[in-house]
């Protein structure tokens, strides 16, 4: 039985994209050739990735706007590192809102001063900061849009004077933004994109080249650019699965369609959180996540009941990450309608046996 996957990352991934990569993992488009043994210089992967980058501008609305998507290895952890490399001459801004937020202001206080501008540290990150003043001699403001552990998410994004930098590791391509408000976005492949193994970074090339250090060629952004995204051999199956999955958004109406059918998950599961007193929810209502939500039974007593409860029924990966407890439905943009209903029917039975 194909099981209802609620893990939050690497994560569940469209079937047809699943079926379609294994069958290029034998043989790619008939050439007689596996994806994983071809050439990255190869014909074939170079439109693979040449399409790759050009639909991740399309999807966003950034097309002929300034902006180069490049697909490169080590994570949106090496991004924490690599956005000062190229960004930070004296002083930066950072937005914590949780785990990863923490991460990457720990990474950037190498290169140079890093000013918390809000944080809901305070509150163990159940929400998300408002009103903050941002300095307008920042070399730039980072925010990350979705918070994973926590389950809460920007709804509003600031105006700033400064450039604006975004983790969007894992509610990139779920939601309509103006993306053009963005001057540096990146996201790990492994929540709404592909498996693990590579990094969408969409950035305007006319924020580069700003910095007077010496950057590492493997962590220079214009270095990648230049070489159109091969300056090293790239995660050949990443890349590929990464614009199957792009495809198949495109092809069900992108970001608009798939926005919709993440609100219906959401409300539908938070409907549930709110209506039933077995349940806690743990992000405040107003910045709750449509990707991430994390909830807390009400009564400890019935958490082996309802454990053997959701494991029966086929749901995968609902435990909760240890800073908050409890359990953690992950619904991204892979995730079904069906599957939030099935993990709804379940906490509802919880209810009636209670």
């Given at each position: 039985?194909?099981?209802?996957?609620?893990?939050?990352?690497?994560?569940?991934?469209?079937?047809?994209?699943?079926?379609k990569a294994s069958e290029a993992v034998i043989e790619l488009d008939d050439i007689g050739l596996s994806l994983i043994e071809i050439s990255h210089r190869s014909k074939e992967f170079v439109a693979i990735m040449e399409e790759a980058r050009s639909l991740a501008l399309e999807l966003l609305g950034l097309e002929g706007k300034g902006y180069q998507a490049l697909f490169l290895q080590g994570g949106a952890s090496t991004q924490f590192?690599?956005?000062?490399?190229?960004?930070?001459?004296?002083?930066?801004?950072?937005?914590?809102?949780?785990?990863?937020?923490?991460?990457?202001?720990?990474?950037?206080?190498?290169?140079?001063?890093?000013?918390?501008?809000?944080?809901?540290?305070?509150?163990?990150?159940?929400?998300?900061?408002?009103?903050?003043?941002?300095?307008?001699?920042?070399?730039?403001?980072?925010?990350?849009?979705?918070?994973?552990?926590?389950?809460?998410?920007?709804?509003?994004?600031?105006?700033?004077?400064?450039?604006?930098?975004?983790?969007?590791?894992?509610?990139?391509?779920?939601?309509?933004?103006?993306?053009?408000?963005?001057?540096?976005?990146?996201?790990?492949?492994?929540?709404?994109?592909?498996?693990?193994?590579?990094?969408?970074?969409?950035?305007?090339?006319?924020?580069?080249?700003?910095?007077?250090?010496?950057?590492?060629?493997?962590?220079?952004?214009?270095?990648?650019?230049?070489?159109?995204?091969?300056?090293?051999?790239?995660?050949?199956?990443?890349?590929?699965?990464?614009?199957?999955?792009?495809?198949?958004?495109?092809?069900?109406?992108?970001?608009?369609?798939?926005?919709?059918?993440?609100?219906?998950?959401?409300?539908?599961?938070?409907?549930?959180?709110?209506?039933?007193?077995?349940?806690?929810?743990?992000?405040?209502?107003?910045?709750?996540?449509?990707?991430?939500?994390?909830?807390?039974?009400?009564?400890?007593?019935?958490?082996?009941?309802?454990?053997?409860?959701?494991?029966?029924?086929?749901?995968?990966?609902?435990?909760?990450?240890?800073?908050?407890?409890?359990?953690?439905?992950?619904?991204?943009?892979?995730?079904?309608?069906?599957?939030?209903?099935?993990?709804?029917?379940?906490?509802?039975?919880?209810?009636?046996?209670?």
């Amino acid at each position: 039985m194909k099981k209802h996957n609620f893990s939050a990352g690497p994560c569940i991934l469209p079937q047809e994209v699943m079926v379609k990569a294994s069958e290029a993992v034998i043989e790619l488009d008939d050439i007689g050739l596996s994806l994983i043994e071809i050439s990255h210089r190869s014909k074939e992967f170079v439109a693979i990735m040449e399409e790759a980058r050009s639909l991740a501008l399309e999807l966003l609305g950034l097309e002929g706007k300034g902006y180069q998507a490049l697909f490169l290895q080590g994570g949106a952890s090496t991004q924490f590192i690599t956005v000062a490399y190229n960004l930070l001459e004296s002083k930066a801004g950072y937005v914590n809102t949780g785990t990863w937020s923490d991460k990457a202001i720990k990474e950037a206080r190498l290169f140079g001063e890093i000013i918390e501008v809000a944080s809901s540290k305070d509150k163990n990150y159940n929400y998300i900061p408002k009103g903050y003043g941002i300095a307008n001699d920042l070399d730039y403001l980072h925010l990350t849009s979705n918070n994973t552990i926590f389950g809460t998410q920007i709804k509003e994004f600031p105006t700033t004077q400064v450039p604006l930098v975004c983790d969007m590791s894992s509610d990139i391509f779920s939601r309509q933004l103006d993306f053009t408000k963005f001057d540096l976005i990146y996201a790990g492949a492994q929540k709404n994109m592909g498996p693990a193994g590579t990094t969408l970074i969409v950035v305007k090339e006319d924020l580069l080249g700003n910095v007077s250090r010496k950057i590492p060629s493997m962590l220079d952004y214009q270095v990648h650019i230049g070489k159109d995204s091969m300056f090293n051999t790239p995660p050949v199956f990443a890349v590929y699965v990464s614009l199957l999955t792009m495809r198949w958004l495109k092809d069900m109406g992108g970001i608009p369609t798939i926005e919709e059918i993440n609100e219906k998950k959401a409300n539908l599961l938070y409907s549930e959180i709110d209506l039933n007193p077995m349940f806690q929810g743990f992000a405040k209502t107003e910045d709750r996540s449509h990707m991430n939500a994390t909830f807390t039974l009400a009564d400890e007593s019935v958490k082996d009941t309802f454990d053997a409860m959701w494991k029966e029924a086929g749901i995968n990966g609902l435990n909760g990450h240890r800073s908050v407890g409890g359990y953690r439905a992950s619904m991204y943009n892979a995730l079904t309608l069906e599957s939030v209903g099935v993990l709804v029917d379940v906490m509802s039975d919880l209810e009636r046996k209670g």
